[in-house]
């Protein structure tokens, strides 16, 4: 595990001092968001102290500064996903704005009646309704990529899906109810042998796995901040130049446009012309603490952390009586999802939360999965690198605790 240094991650979380019910706090909710190193925190601090302004606006010195910590965002962005060039990263709220973003600039304009969107059965609601919403209003139709038991997309039918009426294809890189990494590369060269461009959730792996936007040839590609050690309210969308051209603005307002007369307005190049009104400046200044963080560490040793740990919880939850893992794919991320016969997931996770546990209960804003599994929801422990083996233990005296109260 090379470098990785678990005490030293550890301690750059103040949260993970806190205690939760009288425990120390063990928080396995990382699918939901990530706590925040202190290098982060620090930064958000230092924002308000020091540079509080507006951005892209002011002649005056403290919006210089802050527009410039604001651009050292995007370049940090864009070298971190190797995209190839700055102007192809916009800043948004988050993931579910940047997909919102496609379907509404994208889909409006090139999908029509009767075209067809392709997506899969393990998506995130913010990666179903959008599309859902194109579809309400310009009569195209979703095409879902059905999985298997185990929570593996089948590519023979993914392959057999495309028609000439596909526009788009779009789906997550990781499910964050299963915890499957799709085969993102071969999925993308499928749907460019039919010449359609690919929109990438990558919500749950931009925390997890390295990524290079060129080498996966992704049209577009969308991720959070909050759920990768950075602030909640900023999220990115990475789009090929030659797309996000010829897209219309999202929304109107300021910074967005060129020149404004009450005939005609011209809008403003690429960022901008995405990045309508004032943004969370904090959080896109700060984002760029969160992508050091990573970095200083390194995705590699990350992962081999997390993979090491993941190994080591699924092997020790499976003697829990009664349990069924709901997720079972040859290549997963970070997620366990599961049920106990005869025990609603809902109590497992109250009665862990009185042992300062935190773990997710539901259907993880992925219902089309529960109803796939039969089921109303799962319980989900979703590991994040500041996540240890000591931890896992007091999970498991936990859970056995609550299976024999609940039984
Ligand atoms: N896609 C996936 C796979 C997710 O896990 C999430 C967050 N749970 C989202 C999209 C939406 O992200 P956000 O709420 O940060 O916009």
Not at 38 to 46: A, E, R, S, T
Not at 130 to 158: F, S
Request: with cysteine.
């Amino acid at each position: 595990m090379g470098n990785f240094d678990i005490q030293k991650v550890r301690a750059d979380f103040p949260i993970l001092r806190r205690e939760v019910n009288g425990k120390p706090l063990i928080y396995f909710d990382n699918g939901a968001t990530t706590h925040k190193p202190k290098q982060v925190i620090d930064g958000i601090v230092d924002y308000y102290a020091q540079m509080n302004s507006n951005i892209h606006r002011g002649v005056h010195y403290l919006s210089q500064i802050s527009t410039d910590a604001f651009e050292v965002t995007r370049r940090k962005v864009r070298a971190f996903i190797n995209a190839k060039h700055e102007h192809e990263i916009i800043i948004t709220k988050g993931t579910t704005e940047s997909i919102n973003i496609v379907a509404s600039c994208y889909g409006r304009p090139f999908i029509g009646e009767d075209d067809e969107i392709i997506i899969s059965a393990m998506e995130h609601h913010s990666n179903i309704v959008p599309w859902q919403m194109l579809c309400d209003e310009k009569g195209c139709k979703l095409r879902v990529i059905p999985m298997n038991d185990k929570g593996e997309l089948d590519i023979d039918a993914y392959k057999a899906l495309f028609s000439e009426r596909t526009k788009i294809v779009s789906f997550t890189y990781v499910s964050n109810a299963l915890g499957t990494i799709n085969p993102v590369k071969e999925m993308i060269e499928i749907a460019h042998r039919h010449h359609v461009p690919v929109l990438i959730d990558a919500a749950q792996a931009i925390q997890h796995i390295a990524v290079d936007v060129q080498e996966l040839d992704a049209d577009f590609f969308a991720f959070s901040g909050h759920k990768m050690y950075g602030p909640t309210g900023v999220g990115v969308l990475y789009g090929k130049e030659e797309l996000l051209n010829k897209m219309p603005p999202y929304q109107g307002g300021g910074d967005m446009i060129r020149d404004v007369t009450f005939e005609k307005t011209t809008y403003n190049d690429l960022p901008f012309k995405f990045e309508a009104g004032t943004p969370n400046i904090e959080a896109g200044i700060c984002l760029t603490q969160a992508i050091d963080y990573i970095q200083d560490i390194g995705l590699d040793a990350i992962k081999a952390y997390e993979d090491d740990l993941l190994g080591y919880a699924t092997e020790k939850l499976a003697v829990i009586e009664g349990i069924r893992f709901i997720g079972t794919a040859a290549h997963k991320s970070s997620v366990i999802s599961f049920v106990v016969d005869g025990i609603h997931p809902y109590d497992i996770g109250v009665i862990l939360d009185k042992q300062g546990i935190a773990v997710r209960t539901g259907h993880h804003c992925a219902q089309p999965i529960m109803s796939q599994y039969g089921i109303p929801g799962t319980v989900r422990v979703s590991l994040a690198m500041y996540n240890t083996k000591e931890e896992v233990d007091t999970l498991m005296v936990g859970l056995e605790r609550a299976v024999a109260m609940l039984k």
